[in-house]
């Protein structure tokens, strides 16, 4: 017992779910407890997966079996009435009583197990999933896998860092047998390994640290056909159009700002998804598409079909946002044109919009293509939650992925973006109505309209531009505001006379269904420094302060020495205190090139 705790004296125990990892006290293996909302969220997708493809096979044996019935029905119903196909028979009898060594030859040619079982009942046996995780790191996803998930065959875990595999392969031990027989742990570059695995995994986790952007051309091949590829991307400075040019190199799309940067970097995600599958025939199917803490997180299906693929131009768009009001505007790549039962493909037709907004008279940025089909499956989505809820006790992050969904379930599925009730607001300088006015203002109106999971702000509508601005209009109408100056895009959009009028008394359908049961649907973090951590291998020092806190910063360097190793000394002889120091840094003066002491503007 003593050589035991000897040894895990340098590890910290960790436990999540099922699973225990140990973890050096060190930054050597990346591990971040604020991914557990990812984890549960991919664990409850997985359990979704499961139940999804075994109904999925039942129903394909099912129409197999009835199409073979009624092919059964006919054959009797012709060999019934066709006398002259009995003489035939009759003929052939003779024929084989001629040669019967010949047809005894054919019948020990033929397998035992094909006698016993028609054609048409042999069919592919339906194999327990195996799922890939592309970037281990310490290998918890992994282990929470293999022992929460039931039903799955293994769980590959990949990385290309020694140190983390290591880490992975102590900490399958340590969680016992339950893992040793279906985790395994690889050193491998996760891209080529994918890459000579084609369609073997029916699921695919990717979960870098940053961009995903290099792993989704092996990934898209990596999958087996109807198989799910789960995707996250930490990178949202790049999505959210702080860095275009960027964007447009790892995505292949052009970001640009409004409130909606957040769905729309879930958009790009899947676009960039779509391309790659499309270069090998394959196509994607969003099940679910979620922005929480600081990142997107993707569940797509993958199948193949040249075919298909065809139909891709029609889910992808160009977005026009107006660069002086919220006004935004989508364009589709491509149509289809139908003649004489037949479809053709032809180019979208455009531009959407003129060339300057018709609401305030400013200028259009553009951006896209992006993802404009749905982004989650509806089905999908509560059947997730269905399975959730009642098992609280096997997630640790319950209360958050239930919000998330339960919002995500109550989202308007086939419209895109969304706007800021504040935002619009704002640009006609006036005090902003309730959500529940200005949504039954719409609904009255004859549109429907949703909260976004993205942003508790955010309103979805298929209402267009005119309507939400004559809303405004009405209410500006009946709330009068100081005079403007008459060049803001505010003073413009009021200076039009409303087409409709607007009516805020309330609609049955202006809260929903969980705002009715007063569901918390926008939880808080759980605590202070919720967020993104340092990368693994770097040394820890007082400038992550903003990521880790003061006490996590100085637990650490009181384990680290200049190098960044492990160390026995206590925080308090490292000098001055992560706090103290950047205190310190925050007052010094700025010093010019020649040494002389400047101060800050």
Not at 53 to 73: I, P, T, Y
Request: aromatic share 6%; hydrophobic share 35%.
């Amino acid at each position: 017992m003593a050589e035991v705790e000897d040894k895990l004296k340098d590890y910290e125990i960790k436990k999540e779910g099922e699973a225990e990892i140990l973890m050096l006290k060190s930054n050597a293996v990346f591990f971040n407890p604020v991914q557990v909302h990812n984890r549960d969220m991919s664990i409850a997708v997985l359990r979704t997966f499961v139940t999804k493809r075994k109904e999925e096979h039942e129903a394909l044996m099912n129409k197999r079996n009835k199409s073979h019935k009624k092919d059964n029905q006919i054959e009797t119903s012709v060999a019934n009435g066709d006398a002259a196909l009995t003489s035939q028979h009759d003929k052939m009898d003779v024929v084989n009583e001629k040669e019967p060594n010949q047809a005894t030859n054919e019948i020990k040619d033929v397998p035992k197990e094909a006698m016993k079982t028609p054609s048409w009942k042999v069919t592919r046996e339906l194999k327990p999933p195996v799922v890939l995780e592309a970037l281990a790191a310490s290998g918890l996803r992994s282990l929470r896998y293999a022992r929460e998930v039931d039903g799955l065959e293994k769980v590959v875990a990949l990385d290309n860092d020694k140190a983390s595999v290591e880490a992975c392969k102590r900490n399958i031990k340590f969680n016992g047998s339950a893992a040793i027989n279906k985790v395994e742990a690889h050193l491998a570059d996760a891209r080529v390994y994918m890459l000579t695995h084609p369609k073997e995994f029916d699921v695919v986790d990717l979960d870098p640290y940053g961009s995903p952007s290099v792993f989704l051309d092996s990934a898209v091949q990596a999958v087996a056909d109807g198989g799910l590829l789960m995707c996250t991307a930490t990178d949202l400075a790049v999505l959210c159009g702080t860095n275009g040019e960027v964007c447009y190199s790892k995505y292949g799309s052009y970001p640009v700002k409004g409130k909606y940067c957040h769905e729309m970097a879930l958009r790009i995600l899947l676009a960039s998804i779509e391309s790659h599958a499309n270069r090998y025939k394959r196509y994607i199917v969003p099940v679910l598409s979620v922005f929480m803490d600081f990142y997107v997180r993707v569940f797509v299906r993958v199948f193949t079909s040249a075919s298909e693929i065809k139909n891709t131009p029609l889910k992808l768009s160009y977005v026009y946002q107006c660069a002086g009001c919220d006004s935004f505007h989508l364009q589709s790549l491509g149509r289809t044109v139908t003649k004489n039962n037949s479809v053709k493909y032809a180019p979208g037709i455009g531009p959407v919009v003129p060339q300057e907004c018709g609401d305030c008279g400013k200028k259009f940025n553009v951006g896209g293509p992006i993802w404009s089909a749905p982004i989650h499956d509806q089905d999908w989505v509560l059947s997730t939650l269905t399975d959730v809820r009642p098992m609280k006790d096997r997630y640790p992050a319950y209360n958050k992925i239930t919000s998330v969904l339960t919002t995500v379930s109550e989202e308007l599925h086939d419209i895109p973006l969304f706007f800021s009730l504040h935002s619009i607001s704002g640009t006609v300088k006036c005090t902003s109505p309730s959500a529940v006015m200005f949504r039954s203002a719409v609904i009255n109106a004859g549109y429907q309209i949703s909260s976004s999971h993205v942003n508790p702000l955010g309103l979805k509508s298929d209402a267009p531009w005119e309507v939400i601005w004559d809303i405004m209009r009405c209410w500006v109408k009946n709330h009068p505001i100081k005079e403007q100056p008459h060049d803001t895009p505010g003073t413009a959009i009021l200076s039009k006379s409303p087409q409709i009028e607007a009516n805020f008394s309330r609609a049955v359908a202006a809260l929903s269904k969980a705002q009715t049961k007063k569901v918390k649907r926008f939880l808080p973090n759980p605590e202070s420094h919720w967020g993104p951590k340092v990368r693994a291998g770097r040394t820890i020092t007082s400038k992550h302060i903003s990521l880790l806190g003061a006490e996590a910063i100085n637990g650490a360097i009181g384990h680290q020495d200049g190098n960044g190793e492990v160390t026995d000394k206590p925080a308090s002889d490292t000098g001055e205190t992560a706090t103290e120091e950047v205190k310190e840094r925050s007052t010094k003066r700025q010093k010019t090139s020649d040494g002389e002491q400047a101060n800050e503007p």
